[in-house]
């Protein structure tokens, strides 16, 4: 099994980007898609982009998701900050098929 | 529109059983591969286990932490997903949400959750 490693907080103003990333331990970052979700207090997680940088309708086109192979590492992008985008966000994958795996989770502030 | 309603959650001692249950509705149950996902309190999500359709033999695959503790079972003619969970410990407790899970790995939909609390 692999492990996704993401920082566990980060703050941004509002207005500004921010850039959340996702590194694989072991195994190629672009051999599984990678889903990012967002989680606000006492709620489900919601997803954000799927398969790597698929936008699900209803979500802004602010958020963006990218994988980067050189640094096995897959990114969610959010420019325009706004308050509301303050929240938990996710990253996830699959392990050969067989096994979800989520990253530890980022804790964004917007302030 | 698909809704997945858990229930079933409670206090449960260590070592105790608990039954989960989700109702699906809104889509193809019968099609649709399916998973629980939980939480503990305060801390991040984690994978529990997945169950694939009929037409995929309904194979299950469970993280190590809950293999040989945890059952999922479905029942496709009442639309039901179920999570069986023995000899239950302390670190279990946290909500635990039922999902749709596609075969490209997309946990598509939750449900609101059920809290199991395990202490004594």
């Known amino acids: 099994n692999f492990m996704l490693t993401q920082p566990h907080s980060l703050s941004e103003s509002p207005g500004k980007t921010v850039t959340i990333s996702c590194t694989r331990s072991?195994?190629?970052?672009?051999?599984?898609?990678v889903q990012w979700y967002q989680q606000r207090p006492g709620s489900s997680p919601t997803t954000m982009i799927y398969?790597?940088?698929?936008?699900p309708s209803g979500v802004p086109d602010r958020f963006s998701g990218a994988i980067d192979s050189s640094s096995n590492s897959a990114s969610l992008t959010i420019s325009g900050l706004k308050t509301e985008d303050e929240a938990d966000y996710y990253c996830?994958?699959?392990?050969?098929?067989?096994?979800?795996?989520f990253g530890g989770g980022t804790q964004l502030t917007v302030l | 529109e698909v809704q997945l309603v858990e229930s079933g959650g409670g206090l449960v001692e260590p070592g105790g059983s608990l039954r989960l249950s989700c109702a699906a509705s809104?889509?193809?149950?019968?099609?649709?591969?399916m998973s629980w996902v939980r939480q503990a309190p305060g801390k991040g999500l984690e994978w529990v286990g997945r169950?694939?359709?009929?037409?995929?033999?309904?194979?299950?695959d469970y993280a190590a932490p809950v293999a040989g503790g945890f059952t999922i079972l479905r029942d496709d003619s009442t639309n039901m997903l179920y999570l069986q969970m023995n000899s239950l410990k302390t670190e279990d407790t946290a909500v635990y949400y039922c999902?749709?899970?596609?075969?490209?790995?997309?946990?598509?939909?939750w449900g609101q959750g059920t809290l199991v609390t395990v202490s004594s």
């Open positions: 999902s749709t899970v596609n075969w490209k790995g997309h946990v598509d939909y």
């Open positions: 809104g889509f193809s149950f019968s099609d649709a591969w």
């Open positions: 169950i694939k359709t009929k037409s995929y033999g309904a194979t299950t």
């Open positions: 072991s195994g190629s970052i672009a051999s599984n898609y």
């Open positions: 398969e790597n940088n698929q936008r």
């Open positions: 996830q994958s699959y392990d050969g098929s067989k096994s979800v795996v």
